[in-house]
């Protein structure tokens, strides 16, 4: 790999450490570049990688990609190591299948609203609001129950070896059950609550952790 790689994101972006995650499974590093794009003013190194405005942003020389799931399945095929993406039609099928209910319904409640207003603004000295933790909580549900049933099918979210299904999901789990509620919420779908005591001790995930000490 001749061209260095970089990183464009932003530190408290769960989709930025789902791409960091990445880097080192697939043993790959990129110097990294923060950028806010919640920023008021937009960031104008981030408006010159994307017209979209968000993160993460990879650039490979004069290749620059964005969508996380793309960027996933571009440094399984460019690192080194083994690769993450299932041989098996059926698996690979669930690991597309996860990645798709992470990003259409679960990062909605469980980041955006559980996290963000449980957890995320306290910690940078705001004030959250408790109804929309409970509506995320409600809105949780339904994605918990699809994975969890996916999680018992035992194609995906519990295997012996990890895929790009596990990156996406667990840096979203990790922020979710940071609030107490969530956590207990969690509790009541056994297969996925299995698959987050097995995959939340794993070591890219602790090594990306934008909260080490809350």
């Not at 920023?39 to 990879?58: I, K, N, S, Y």
């Not at 299904?165 to 990790?174: C, I, K, Y």
């Not at 207990?184 to 297969?191: C, N, V």
């Amino acid at each position: 790999m001749a061209e260095p790689l970089n990183l464009l994101g932003f530190r408290h972006s769960v989709y930025t450490r789902i791409a960091r995650m990445g880097l080192i499974e697939t043993g790959l590093t990129a110097t990294y570049v923060e950028a806010n794009p919640f920023a008021a003013e937009p960031d104008p190194v981030l408006a010159a990688m994307t017209p979209l405005g968000r993160v993460p942003v990879l650039q490979h020389g004069d290749f620059v990609l964005t969508e996380t799931a793309a960027i996933l399945r571009y440094l399984n095929d460019l690192g080194p190591k083994a690769s993450l993406i299932p041989t098996d039609p059926q698996s690979a099928a669930r690991m597309a299948q996860v990645m798709g209910i992470v990003d259409a319904y679960v990062y909605q409640p469980l980041v955006r609203k559980v996290f963000s207003h449980g957890f995320y603004q306290a910690a940078v000295g705001e004030d959250g609001d408790s109804a929309i933790v409970a509506e995320g909580l409600v809105l949780s549900q339904a994605p918990l129950r699809a994975l969890d049933s996916i999680a018992a099918g035992g194609l995906q979210l519990g295997g012996a070896r990890i895929s790009l299904a596990d990156l996406h999901l667990a840096p979203m789990m990790d922020y979710f059950v940071r609030v107490p509620e969530a956590a207990d919420l969690l509790r009541h779908y056994s297969a996925l609550s299995a698959w987050w005591d097995e995959i939340s001790n794993h070591p890219s995930l602790r090594d990306t952790d934008p909260f080490p000490d809350k």
